[in-house]
């Protein structure tokens, strides 16, 4: 089976780490961009950035570079999101997306959308 | 950034009825490939989001063709010819144009 699967709810005090992870399974994991997007309750979805797992070529949108890191570990077919000191404002449901594009993930090549879709992940902030 | 912007932000519906989705974008989406990067996703309640439609008019695998997707540059739309109950939840346009991608506020679609 095709899918995207997360880890579970995370909560964690204001200046700690978090690191979650996303594994992918059932198609081939490094041809396929995997993006992170942020849901606050209520909200709509944000962007946050992708990386291509063949190569970890990655781009980020900047409301959100420097503040997390995404990375991937192909040997696992995971590919994490990752703070060094989380706030409160990073209270949210994060979900794992693979984006179906080709070439930079760029217009101009070929473009599927975001096909597939992790559970999603909590992360919870709260002195 | 590109805005994106979606009305009505809410939509009541009765089934068997079609509804309409209206997604305006602040710059054309419309590439020089003669595409429109323009995706439609539903997030049903406690789900995640799916995608429906990309590049403004192609169905994803498996999505009923209830659903159709019409436009270009800036102004979209997302048009359910029937609407079932099962339909609940909200739509999002997302432009794919440009990085960071960038989504419309939301219609929320109830019964």
């Known amino acids: 089976e095709v899918q995207l699967v997360q880890s579970g709810p995370e909560v964690r005090k204001p200046g700690e780490s978090l690191k979650i992870s996303c594994e992918g399974s059932?198609?081939?994991?490094?041809?396929?961009?995997i993006g992170w997007v942020r849901q606050k309750p209520g909200k709509g979805p944000e962007w946050m950035g992708i990386?291509?797992?063949?190569?970890?070529?990655?781009q980020y949108n900047p409301a959100f570079e420097g503040q997390v890191t995404i990375s991937v570990d192909r040997s696992v077919t995971t590919t994490f999101l990752e703070w060094t000191s989380v706030r409160a404002a990073d209270s949210a449901t994060y979900y794992c997306?693979?984006?179906?594009?080709?070439?930079?993930?760029?217009?101009?090549?070929?473009?599927?959308?975001?096909?597939?879709w992790g559970q999603g992940t909590t992360v919870i902030v709260s002195s | 950034d590109i805005v994106m912007t979606q009305s009505p932000l809410s939509l009541p519906v009765t089934p068997g009825e079609p509804a309409s989705i209206s997604c305006r974008s602040s710059?054309?989406?419309?590439?020089?490939?003669?595409?429109?990067?323009l995706d439609w996703y539903l997030q049903k309640p406690g789900q995640s989001p799916r995608l429906l439609i990309y590049?403004?008019?192609t169905r994803a695998s498996g999505v009923p063709d209830r659903f159709s997707g019409s436009g270009s540059g800036t102004d979209f739309t997302l048009k359910i010819s029937r609407v079932e109950a099962d339909d609940v939840g909200v739509y999002y346009c997302?432009?794919?144009?440009?990085?960071?991608?960038?989504f419309g506020q939301g219609t929320k679609l109830d019964i």
């Open positions: 997302m432009q794919a144009l440009q990085t960071p991608r960038t």
């Open positions: 710059q054309s989406l419309l590439h020089t490939d003669g595409k429109n990067y």
């Open positions: 990386i291509y797992p063949r190569d970890s070529d990655t």
């Open positions: 997306t693979r984006h179906r594009c080709g070439g930079s993930c760029r217009p101009g090549k070929y473009y599927y959308g975001m096909d597939l």
């Open positions: 059932g198609y081939t994991f490094g041809s396929h961009w």
């Open positions: 590049l403004g008019s």
